[in-house]
């Protein structure tokens, strides 16, 4: 079945449908990860926004049970070069065609990935449209101008809806204050403010031998602290974090009174807490191979990114900037000189991309130490 992609700028693509047949809305950004496509089609992150893989070929080591960064596929759309039709790995118990019909998203491939993505380059992120009911460009372009007047609020759209415990064996169990007690075996009690949280996240703190409680995206300052936790992670998450008012304001009740990590969005959210500002990349940090600098240790990483947003370097003295990226300069990480707070831009878990940041958890472990140890 034939398929076109309509960007708002008048820009078209016509190709070949895949998954469910349909239309769908989204902005449309590009990855560079030449795997992990399973890990990006359920990241939350990716809620409102259509991916186009910037690798040629996407599906040929099929799908499985365990790669998933949460609990459902969260884009709205799905563009590749070439989608393989014979997949094959071990662990592959879906064929990519199937995956993406059972789990509803359109997609549209045997387009020019290349010419679409410097397009973005040139030109910016911008929404789009894929349909696989009209080709007629005029008319899909009218439901695209439709489409921008509409109001999501992408987080609240992909947060849990209970305060969650996930410890031991007992995952995802629905708890409230009353049994919110530190059980012996765990170290450390984390409050996981769940802004669009991928579970390598989850399972980062539950190797450092974290007991960790996952709050909804609209939980108080009091809601988290009544938990009496050693620490609070703000999540990534998707959408503008300028327009996240009420969970800025929460996260500024909390400075100073726990140890505080940020990590994408949430990173964002503490930069805004702390008073900074942000502003939107012409095209975003998409994929598995961006070079950031450590100010620190003054090493260099390669690491996982995700994200439309990032952080003017306007901060008063009692902040400093831990890391840059390489590529443009952007802000990439922040430490505060007072209060025990780290952020980062860049995903430490990876899930898809290099691992080479995992010491970021280290680190949000020595602040808890830190912090227990003065208490």
């Not at 409102?48 to 690798?55: A, E, K, P, R």
């Not at 439309?308 to 008063?316: M, S």
Request: glycine share 8%.
């Amino acid at each position: 079945m034939k398929a076109v992609l309509v960007l708002e700028d008048g820009t078209y693509f016509t190709g070949e449908a895949f998954g469910k047949h349909g239309e769908t809305y989204g902005e449309v950004v590009f990855n560079t990860c030449m795997t992990g496509y399973q890990e990006i089609t359920t990241d939350p992150s990716y809620n409102g926004q259509i991916v186009t893989m910037t690798y040629p070929l996407i599906g040929n080591y099929g799908f499985n049970d365990d790669d998933n960064e949460s609990n459902k596929t969260h884009l709205d759309g799905f563009i590749v070069k070439e989608l393989c039709d014979y997949s094959s790995n071990w662990r592959n118990n879906k064929s990519p065609e199937n995956y993406f019909k059972e789990n509803g998203i359109v997609g549209i491939q045997g387009i020019d990935t290349r010419a679409l993505t410097q397009h973005i380059r040139s030109h910016g992120s911008m929404l789009g449209i894929i349909s696989s009911e009209s080709g007629n460009v005029d008319y899909l372009i009218e439901k695209l101008k439709e489409y921008k007047t509409q109001k999501r609020n992408l987080v609240m759209e992909v947060t849990a809806k209970h305060i969650t415990k996930i410890t031991g064996h007992k995952d995802n169990e629905i708890c409230t204050v009353s049994n919110s007690f530190k059980t012996s075996a765990s170290k450390f009690k984390v409050a996981l403010l769940d802004l669009g949280v991928k579970q390598n996240i989850v399972r980062s703190l539950k190797k450092r031998n974290c007991e960790i409680y996952i709050f909804p995206a609209d939980s108080t300052s009091l809601d988290l602290l009544a938990f009496n936790p050693d620490g609070i992670l703000l999540s990534n998450g998707p959408g503008d974090p300028a327009d996240l008012l009420d969970i800025i304001t929460n996260v500024k009740n909390l400075i100073g009174k726990k140890p505080i990590m940020g990590i994408c969005l949430g990173h964002q959210i503490i930069g805004l807490a702390l008073g900074g500002k942000t502003y939107k990349l012409k095209f975003g940090h998409h994929g598995g191979n961006h070079p950031v600098k450590d100010l620190i240790n003054e090493k260099c990483y390669i690491t996982s990114q995700n994200h439309n947003y990032a952080l003017a370097d306007e901060f008063d003295d009692d902040i400093y900037i831990s890391h840059i990226n390489v590529n443009d300069k952007t802000v990439e990480g922040l430490k505060h000189k007072k209060h025990p707070i780290i952020s980062v831009q860049f995903h430490p878990e990876a899930a898809p991309g290099p691992e080479d940041t995992a010491y970021i958890f280290d680190e949000f472990i020595k602040l808890m130490e830190g912090y227990n140890a003065e208490a």
